[in-house]
């Protein structure tokens, strides 16, 4: 890879890998070239292998080199959404093959692995992959293509002991994918511990600001690269030039971001452990969390990212998430700002509630993203919510208590 600063550390990489000034006129910043279609200097000899933009575009590429510096891969390609490189990875498989995947992705995927190619014969089996013991047993029951693996999971946090689990794919020939949205490659580099490819939403931490949709598949085996980039192609599901120049400027303050949204969320997460109308909290980074060891082990960081669940149930979340003022009630993740939200009926509503409970989702759980703001007002933020969700549940208890007292008088 040209420019990959790989004798520098991740910081340094973040900034200047694949991203030297233009040897031309001495720009800083990476161009953006708004280009469809490229002159040839003969018929079939593009310039630098550019020929059309839906199959490569030279923004795209010192993206995709960039990242790959950072996850220690031999290559990268960037996608319209996580999605689509998600997508991308199912579309080379054929009608018979199987997916084994953690039971409690992230409720887009699981909607694209069961309704969009279910129904052409892609078989896909949850387990809890935090259980290796359930990894193995499944990865046992037949042939399987991919072991899908999100560690963090999302919402629920659990994790999966990458390098073992990497072990257990390649014993039974299958190909080991994890997705690292959450922890990103500043917290966790699963290639360097033996996954076979990553995937990347560039909507999160990586763009970073809540102003671009994109995703990213990396890896180190270049047959993968070819058929992943044959679908890529085929499909359409390129990124676009504007979007790789925001992601490009997201990278450059990636673990400056990260070290904020970590000091942040450990905060957020032992202040909110300590109330008595918080029935659990789940982060890496505390020592209850049942992974807390795991993490230490393979991650530098425990992330931006913290679920909860309210004595007081859904009503309790749902009067939560309405009386916050600095986390602000919307979808993703990822960004500058705090972000709250209750997954069972926003970004987990495709999975049925069935298999939901059965991951261990209570229906009230609600999930923080948290930002970068000064950490005493999202302190203040979170008593403000707490507030809101003992005034329900005691408005609630006085509803039953009268419910009850009526039922008694008849």
């Known amino acids: 890879m040209k420019n990959d600063h790989a004798d520098t550390r991740f910081e340094t990489r973040a900034i200047h890998a694949g991203q030297e000034p233009n040897a031309d006129n001495g720009a800083l910043m990476t161009p953006v070239y708004f280009n469809s279609t490229y002159a040839q200097d003969a018929p079939g000899e ?6 059309y933009s839906r199959t490569t575009n030279p923004t795209r590429t010192v993206l995709e080199n960039a990242l790959a510096s950072l996850e220690s891969a031999a290559w990268g390609l960037c996608f319209a959404s996580g999605l689509a490189g998600i997508g991308a990875l199912v579309q080379r498989l054929s009608s018979g093959a199987r997916v084994v995947a953690s039971n409690d992705l992230y409720g887009g995927t699981h909607r694209l692995f069961m309704r969009c190619f279910g129904q052409f014969g892609v078989k896909f089996d949850f387990v809890d992959a935090s259980d290796l013991r359930k990894v193995e047993a499944a990865l046992a029951a037949g042939p399987v293509d991919y072991l899908y693996l999100e560690t963090p999971t999302n919402p629920l ?6 390098a073992a689990a990497a072990k257990l794919a390649h014993r039974y020939g299958a190909t080991c994918v994890v997705d690292n949205t959450f922890a990103t490659p500043y917290l966790q580099r699963p290639l360097e511990l033996g996954a076979d490819l990553v995937v990347h939403s560039l909507t999160k931490y990586l763009g970073g600001h809540s102003d671009v ?9 270049p047959k993968l690269r070819k058929e992943i980039a044959f679908h890529q192609n085929a499909m359409g599901a390129q990124f676009g030039p504007m979007d790789a120049f925001l992601v490009l400027r997201g990278l450059k303050t990636l ?5 904020r949204h970590n000091a942040n969320a450990k905060a957020v997460a032992q202040h909110l452990e300590k109330s008595p109308l918080v029935a659990r909290v789940v982060y890496p980074g505390l020592k209850s969390h049942p992974q807390h060891a795991l993490a230490k082990r393979q991650m530098s960081g425990f992330g931006g990212m913290v679920s909860f669940e309210l004595v007081g149930g859904v009503p309790a979340g749902v009067a939560f998430c309405n009386a916050t003022q600095v986390f602000t009630l919307a979808e993703s993740l990822g960004g500058v700002e705090s972000l709250i939200e209750v997954p069972p009926i926003m970004t987990h509503a495709a999975i049925p509630a069935e298999e939901r409970r059965a991951a261990g989702m209570a229906d009230g759980l609600v999930r923080l993203s948290v930002g970068i703001e ?6 203040a933020d979170l ?22 007292k009526a039922a008694r008088a008849r």
């Open 157 to 162: 946090l659990k994790l999966v002991d990458i």
């Open 255 to 259: 673990h400056v971001r990260m070290d």
């Open 374 to 379: 000064h950490v005493d007002d999202l302190l």
């Open 383 to 404: 008593d403000r919510g707490l507030a809101a969700a003992a005034a329900a549940g005691a408005k609630a208890s006085a509803k039953a208590g009268a419910k009850k």
């Open 46 to 51: 593009p310039r630098q292998g550019y020929e």
């Open 213 to 221: 949709v994109g995703g990213a598949v990396l890896g180190n085996d």
